[in-house]
Every structure is written in C-alpha cells, then in structure tokens.
C-alpha cells in the first residue's frame, strides 16, 4: 500500500517543517509527501519520502515556471505527481505531455504517480472506459511508475466514488496497465479504510486531508492491513 499527500499550493517551507516535525507515518505502509516545489528542500530529510507535484520533460532549457527532473534528484526528491487533474485542467497538461513528462522522470530515476480521470459529463455520457483507456495509453510502464485513478467529479468536492465505482475502474486500469493503482478524490480518515479494502485499490492519493498531520496518519493507518 502506498498513500501519498498532496498539499496542491499549500504550505510555504514553514508550514511543511511544522508539518513534518509532528506527523508519524505507522509502520506497515509506504508514505510520501507531494510539497510545493518551494517547500521540496525543507521537506527533504525529515523521515518521510517527498515527491514533486509535477516535472518537466526537458533537462533543461527556456522554460519559464518549469522545474527539471534532474534538479528534483540533486534536491533528493525520490518522484513526482504527473498529469494531476487540476494541471490537466487548468494548465494545459495534454495525454502528450503527460507521457514525456512521465519518461523524462523515470529516465533520471525518480518514482511517478501518473494521475487519470474522467469528469462528471464524461462519466454522465458513458465515456469514462474510453477516457481511462487513451488516458492510460499515454503512460509508460515501469516498475518506478504507479497510477492514481481519480474521477474529477470527486477532486475536492466532498464527493468520493463508491468503493464499487473505484474497484470497477481500478480493475479496468489494471487490465490495462499492470501496475498498483492508488484512489483519490475525497479520501478522509472515515471512508479511507474502506475504499483501500477493495481488491484492486493499491492505497491512496490524497488532497484536502493530508494537509492536517492527524488526519493524514489516521488516512495512512487506514491502509496497514
Ligand atoms: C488530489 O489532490 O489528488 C485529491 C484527490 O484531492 P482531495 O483529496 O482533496 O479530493
């Protein structure tokens, strides 16, 4: 099982030593941390696996915002979060680049969490097995690589899939793509346990509820069978 926090745009390097310095992950799950890239060096060290929230696909070059994978390693950031819905939405982020994203990381060794997910109208008009399907297309196989199923419609909104809606999807996923498969969309410490009982859920991608250390511990316990 793996459960792995992502703070989004929260939490400067202050917030995240406060942060760290009083959270515990149990024994018998594997953690990380996805801090803004700001935070990335405060978090390194400090017992818990940190992740990036994206990565760009050159080495290096005139990429303004864009952050390389090589300087995440020289950083010790052991992965990062690709395709994440919000980018997918909000910044442009296509099947394309989620692809070369996810082969620049793996080539420069870090771990990646590549992200999918169909909306709510995709889900209404019955399209959420073709999206799932040329979303997983675009990812690389890897044993460095897992992927989150998260439904948009469930990203921050209170509204989490059913533990049926994501066994069905996860299982769909990994027809496709034979990897472990993490949940996200709404996960919290009441409905954590049983959506990671489900067969094929691989643990957790959570948002809103791994900002606030006890309930991020309380998330990740959830996942210790
Ligand atoms: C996320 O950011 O990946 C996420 C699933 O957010 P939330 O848990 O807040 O829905």
């Keep these: 099982m793996l459960v792995a926090g992502n703070w989004k745009m929260f939490k400067g390097p202050r917030e995240?030593?406060?942060f760290l310095d009083s959270f515990e992950p149990p024994a018998g799950v594997d953690v990380v941390v996805c801090p803004p890239f700001v935070s990335l060096p405060a978090a390194v060290g400090r017992g818990v696996p940190v992740y990036a929230q994206s990565v760009h696909w050159a080495a290096e070059g005139a990429f303004t915002g864009e952050v390389s994978a090589g300087m995440l390693r020289e950083l010790g950031v052991e992965g990062a979060l690709v395709g994440h819905s919000e980018r997918r939405q909000h910044f442009g982020?296509?099947?394309e680049s989620v692809r070369r994203r996810c082969e620049a990381a793996l080539e420069a060794g870090l771990a990646v969490i590549a992200c999918v997910g169909e909306t709510e109208a995709q889900r209404e008009a019955g399209e959420t097995e073709a999206v799932l399907e040329r979303q997983v297309a675009a990812i690389p196989f890897h044993d460095r690589l897992v992927i989150a199923y998260e439904p948009v419609w469930a990203i921050g909104?209170?509204?989490t899939?059913?533990?049926e809606i994501a066994?069905?999807?996860?299982?769909?996923i990994k027809a496709l793509h034979d990897t472990q498969v993490l949940y996200g969309g709404?996960?919290?410490p009441?409905?954590?346990?049983?959506l990671m009982a489900q067969?094929?859920?691989?643990?957790a991608l959570v948002g809103g509820a791994s900002l606030e250390a006890e309930s991020f511990a309380a998330i990740c316990r959830a996942a210790v069978t």
């Design 199 to 203: 067969p094929a859920v691989d643990g």
């Design 93 to 95: 982020e296509t099947d």
């Design 190 to 194: 009441e409905n954590a346990a049983e």
């Design 186 to 188: 709404s996960v919290k």
């Design 161 to 163: 899939a059913t533990p």
């Design 167 to 172: 066994q069905e999807a996860h299982a769909l």
């Design 16 to 18: 995240t030593v406060e």
């Design 157 to 159: 909104t209170g509204k």
